[in-house]
């Protein structure tokens, strides 16, 4: 849904996704949507562009899955970077101190909304 100078993107319902789990979404068409994931982490929601600040890979190789196995931070499956879930910063591997982008997601009639500014498009 087109509104003003952003999209909001609804991507689960938060009843459906639960803590410490990720969902991917993609939005747009082509070889180059934008995609991103959102995740459920301490009772917050997060979301971030799957897009690693070290090689550009994508994230995940299996869908939704970003996290390491303790499931307390973001692993990139490429090269092993480890990111905080709060900030999204890299905290160890090759792009440390660099920091995944992070969209802004909200509730909305309980479901989770990330909303994409159209110039990122
Ligand atoms: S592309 Fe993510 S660590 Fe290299």
């Given at each position: 849904m087109k509104k003003n100078n952003f999209v909001d993107i609804d991507v689960i319902a938060f009843s459906d996704l639960k803590d410490n789990e990720c969902r991917e979404f993609s939005y747009g068409e082509g070889d180059w949507p934008l995609r991103g994931f959102v995740t459920h982490y301490r009772q917050d929601i997060f979301a971030y562009q799957n897009r690693c600040p070290h090689a550009g890979h994508q994230l995940n190789w299996q869908p939704s899955d970003f996290l390491t196995p303790e499931k307390n931070n973001i692993v990139c499956s490429?090269?092993?970077?480890?990111?905080?879930?709060?900030?999204?910063?890299?905290?160890?591997?090759?792009?440390f101190g660099d920091k995944l982008k992070k969209l802004r997601c909200f509730l909305s009639n309980q479901r989770v909304i990330v909303r994409i500014p159209l110039q990122h498009l």
């Open positions: 490429s090269h092993g970077a480890i990111f905080d879930i709060l900030t999204g910063e890299c905290i160890a591997g090759p792009c």
